[in-house]
C-alpha cells in the first residue's frame, strides 16, 4: 500500500457553517412556498403518486443511502414529498430519523472496516479529506456538526469509522440526526402550509 498524503490542518468555520446554514433555512422555506404557490397541483400529485408506490419503506431506503454514500442530495428532499404526499408528519420523522441513522451506521462501518485499504485511503484523504481533518481534530464535536449543520453526514461518518471512534459515542451523536429531520421537516410544512 502506499503511503497517503498527510492529512490537511483543518479549522472549524463556524461563521461560514451559521451563513450555509441560514441560507439552506431560507432556501427551502422559499422553495416549498414558491412550488405551493405556483405548482401545488402537479407536486402534491407527483408526490402522492411517489408515497403510493413505495411509502414509508421507499423514503427509509433513499435517506439511508443517501446518509450513507457522500452525496449533494439533502434527505428534506424526501421527507418532504413524502409529507406532501400525504404521509404523517410523525411517521415520517420517525422513519428518516431511523433511516439516517441506519445510512450513517453504514458509513461508519465501511470506513472501520476498509480504512486501511489502498482504495479508501485515496478516498478519505481525496474527497473526504476536510471533514476526515475536522473529525481528526475535534472529534466528536466535528461529528456533532455533522450531524445538524450543512458539514456532508456521510463523509464525517466515514471519518469516525476510520479514525475508529467507538460505537457507543458516533451513535449518541448519530441520534441528533432526529432533531435536524423534525426541524427541516416543519419548515418544510410551514413553507407548504403557510401558502394554502
Do not use: N
Request: with cysteine.
Amino acid at each position: 500500500m502506499t503511503t497517503p498524503p498527510p492529512v490537511p490542518d483543518a479549522d472549524l468555520d463556524t461563521r461560514g457553517l451559521l451563513v450555509r446554514f441560514t441560507v439552506g433555512v431560507l432556501l427551502l422555506l422559499g422553495a416549498f412556498a414558491v412550488l405551493g404557490a405556483v405548482l401545488r397541483e402537479p407536486v402534491e400529485q407527483a408526490a402522492r403518486l411517489w408515497v403510493d408506490a413505495t411509502g414509508l419503506v421507499g423514503m427509509f431506503g433513499a435517506i439511508a443511502v443517501l446518509d450513507s454514500v457522500p452525496t449533494p442530495i439533502p434527505p428534506d428532499l424526501f421527507t418532504g414529498f413524502a409529507y406532501l404526499g400525504g404521509l404523517e408528519f410523525w411517521s415520517i420523522s420517525l422513519a428518516a430519523s431511523l433511516a439516517s441513522v441506519t445510512g450513517g451506521t453504514a458509513a461508519w462501518a465501511v470506513a472501520r472496516r476498509f480504512s486501511t485499504t489502498e482504495w479508501f485511503q485515496r478516498f478519505i484523504h481525496g474527497r473526504g479529506a476536510r471533514p476526515y481533518a475536522l473529525v481528526k481534530r475535534y472529534g466528536t464535536v466535528a461529528l456533532v456538526l455533522g450531524a445538524v449543520s450543512p458539514l456532508p453526514f456521510s463523509l464525517t461518518c466515514y471519518a469516525a469509522g476510520t479514525l475508529k471512534m467507538p460505537y457507543p459515542r458516533f451513535f449518541a451523536v448519530a441520534m441528533l440526526r432526529a432533531p435536524r429531520i423534525l426541524f427541516y421537516l416543519a419548515l418544510i410544512r410551514l413553507g407548504w402550509v403557510g401558502v394554502a
